[in-house]
């Protein structure tokens, strides 16, 4: 599996966990494991988007 692919599903999975953690802390009503759970997305969305990038530069 190339890495731009790697990046893309580690993209996805992080985003899918912090997405869990959000839900999670919303559902207990800890703000701080909400606010990891959105900062998670993002970081995973951020990664997702590495991987595009590097599948059309590299092409």
């Known amino acids: 599996m190339k890495n731009s692919t790697k990046d893309q ?3 996805k999975l992080e985003h899918v966990k912090g997405k ?3 839900l999670a802390g919303k559902v ?3 703000k701080a494991l ?4 959105k900062d998670q997305q993002v970081a ?3 990664r997702e ?5 590097e ?3 590299g092409k």
């Open 9 to 11: 599903v580690r993209g």
């Open 20 to 22: 869990i953690k959000e």
């Open 28 to 30: 207990t009503g800890k």
């Open 34 to 37: 909400e606010a990891e759970g």
């Open 44 to 46: 995973g969305k951020v």
């Open 49 to 53: 988007k590495l991987g595009q990038v």
């Open 55 to 57: 599948k059309v530069v």
